[in-house]
T-cell receptor, first 112, second 113 residues
Framework: DAKTTQPPSMDCAEGRAANLPCNHS???????VYWYRQIHSQGPQYIIHGLKNNETNEMASLIITEDRKSSTLILPHATLRDTAVYYCIVRVVGFGNEKLTFGTGTRLTIIP | EAEVAQSPRYKITEKSQAVAFWCDPISGHATLYWYRQILGQGPELLVQ????????DSQLPKDRFSAERLKGVDSTLKIQPAELGDSAMYLCASSARQGGGYTFGSGTRLTVV
């Protein structure tokens, strides 16, 4: 699976949009971009995933650049409960061995 | 909402003792994963099952760790003997056979003293 690069930490004011960047310059054509987050002492939680089109769900939006070498996770109105470590992961889907390989992620702190 | 169940939530054990963790995945999920997360790091895959078969155990320290999923449903991860460096969060996750996201359990936090 391709490697991802994320900033180690970010702050965002409560109520503002949190934009978390991720670089994945070696991504292959059949690799998806996944985002998970982990709130302290809990298991990681799935947020969103995409291949090349932008995606939106009730939690967040995922913007993938046209060349697919980077992406941004957007939390539109951050709350204190969004304070967590956010992991950007790329992986192949559909070949049976579909493991997620985590990096160290971005620690997002929402400031009141 | 369906959950992945793990027990115990916390475990303290002495060095050289045996310890076991249990995971019950979401009903119908054929794929089950065990991850280990050391404090300050991201989770690391230990073993992956597809039904009752091991698909990937390349990162499992097989001299002391073992994992089984006998009927392709719940799973047990065992460490014998435990070492100080095994102190970590042990996470179980499951996924449907085709794509989608994993669902993780809340984990078992192991402390070896």
């Amino acid at each position: 699976d391709a490697k991802t690069t994320q900033p180690p930490s970010m702050d965002c004011a409560e109520g503002r949009a949190a934009n978390l960047p991720c670089n994945h310059s070696t991504i292959s054509g059949n690799e998806y971009v996944y985002w998970y987050r982990q709130i302290h002492s809990q298991g990681p939680q799935y947020i969103i995933h995409g291949l090349k089109n932008n995606e939106t769900n009730e939690m967040a939006s995922l913007i993938i650049t046209e060349d697919r070498k980077s992406s941004t996770l957007i939390l539109p109105h951050a709350t204190l409960r969004d304070t967590a470590v956010y992991y950007c992961i790329v992986r192949v889907v559909g070949f049976g061995n579909e493991k997620l390989t985590f990096g160290t992620g971005t620690r997002l702190t929402i400031i009141p | 909402e369906a959950e992945v169940a793990q027990s115990p939530r916390y475990k303290i054990t002495e060095k050289s003792q045996a310890v076991a963790f249990w995971c019950d995945p979401i009903s119908g999920h054929a794929t089950l994963y065990w991850y280990r997360q050391i404090l300050g790091q991201g989770p690391e895959l230990l073993v992956q099952f597809q039904d009752e078969s091991v698909v990937d155990d390349s990162q499992l320290p097989k001299d002391r760790f073992s994992a089984e999923r006998l009927k392709g449903v719940d799973s047990t991860l065992k460490i014998q003997p435990a070492e100080l460096g095994d102190s970590a969060m042990y996470l179980c996750a499951s996924s449907a056979r085709q794509g989608g996201g994993y669902t993780f359990g809340s984990g078992t936090r192991l402390t070896v003293v």
